[in-house]
């Protein structure tokens, strides 16, 4: 028997949030590289989300949120809580419509991202990186402003506008067999399960996570929503598990998950650094990264990949730092 969930959010709430966006966000531009296809022996097609002025997906469900807020719930502003992405999206948002936006992110978020939410006049509460700590400091600040809590991914205005990505892919390309997406708490996932369930039916949804915080993929086989407090990994955007709503979404729809290393995740960042010519974030390179570990999956497939960010601290690329580290180490060795 499966489990009923309230507050699900259909296709036609979905074409709605993308009438409510469309003049905030961008309807960003879709790349290939000879290169990738050779190199995987599939048409791999890439949605640049990390064009989006906050530099991420995540603008699409958080302006869908408050731009469908009324006048009386909009008085008192929003709050959230998010290691980086969903909050700077939030902030911009809030700043295009005129209101407060508070946020709590980990001390540990890239300092990039805490810059992107503080120009965009969001207001930062630092917490301790874990869920656990996350929540209930959010819970404190949201008593305290009394704004509208727009939950990263498990709220069904969110999930309806990261739909929309899924909707503009599909136009801009002559269809696919699959389209993969990073999968942490899993709005980007269930927004492009809610679209292509209904618009393109025969399109399976691959999940791709890393090992390192695999519990989306160990839920998947399990059947039941397994939760990591506290995992770490260098894809600092997929840190969070799974919700009831996402839940609903990857376990009805999504055909397969698939999990990278950190090393290989680095490796296929700097991939698409070099052959799509993009900034990306690490969280967004993990889906190539398991087309390059999993090649017969793959193999002959036209694939949508969906680049979900681009906000990098670039003097701590992880590169680098995995290079210092070696260094590092080689030094200590010869003592």
Request: hydrophobic share 40%; aromatic share 6%; with cysteine.
């Amino acid at each position: 028997m499966k489990d009923i969930v309230d507050n699900i959010p259909t296709y036609q709430d979905m074409l709605e949030a993308h009438e409510r966006i469309k003049p905030i966000i961008r309807r960003t531009p879709v790349r290939t590289s000879d290169y990738l296809n050779e190199l995987t022996g599939a048409s791999l097609f890439f949605k640049c989300e990390n064009f989006q002025e906050p530099g991420a997906f995540k603008v699409r469900g958080a302006t869908n949120a408050v731009f469908g807020l009324n006048e009386d719930q909009a008085r008192l502003g929003v709050a959230t809580h998010s290691s980086g992405n969903h909050a700077s999206c939030l902030s911009y948002a809030a700043m295009r419509r005129g209101i407060p936006c508070n946020v709590v992110m980990p001390h540990t978020a890239p300092q990039a991202k805490k810059d992107t939410v503080r120009r965009y006049n969001g207001i930062i509460t630092e917490c301790e990186p874990s869920t656990t700590s996350r929540e209930a400091t959010f819970a404190e600040v949201q008593a305290k402003t009394g704004g509208d809590f727009v939950h990263p991914y498990n709220d069904p205005r969110v999930i309806a506008g990261q739909g929309t990505c899924s909707k503009e892919f599909m136009e801009q390309t002559d269809g696919m067999d699959m389209v993969i997406a990073p999968i942490g708490g899993g709005g980007m996932v269930s927004g492009t399960c809610l679209t292509l369930s209904t618009l393109a039916p025969e399109t399976q949804i691959i999940a791709a996570e890393p090992e390192q915080a695999d519990d989306a993929y160990r839920s998947f086989k399990a059947g039941y929503i397994i939760a990591d407090d506290a995992p770490k990994t260098i894809a600092d955007g997929l840190l969070v598990p799974l919700k009831e709503r996402t839940w609903h979404f990857v376990s009805n729809h999504v055909s397969d998950i698939f999990t990278a290393t950190d090393a290989e995740i680095i490796d296929a960042m700097k991939l698409t650094w070099k052959h799509l010519r993009i900034v990306m974030e690490p969280s967004s390179a993990v889906p190539l990264a398991v087309v390059l570990k999993n090649p017969d999956a793959f193999r002959g497939k036209r694939v949508g990949i969906i680049i979900t960010g681009g906000n990098v601290d670039l003097d701590k690329l992880p590169w680098i730092a995995a290079a210092e580290h070696n260094t590092s180490k080689t030094k200590g060795f010869h003592r």
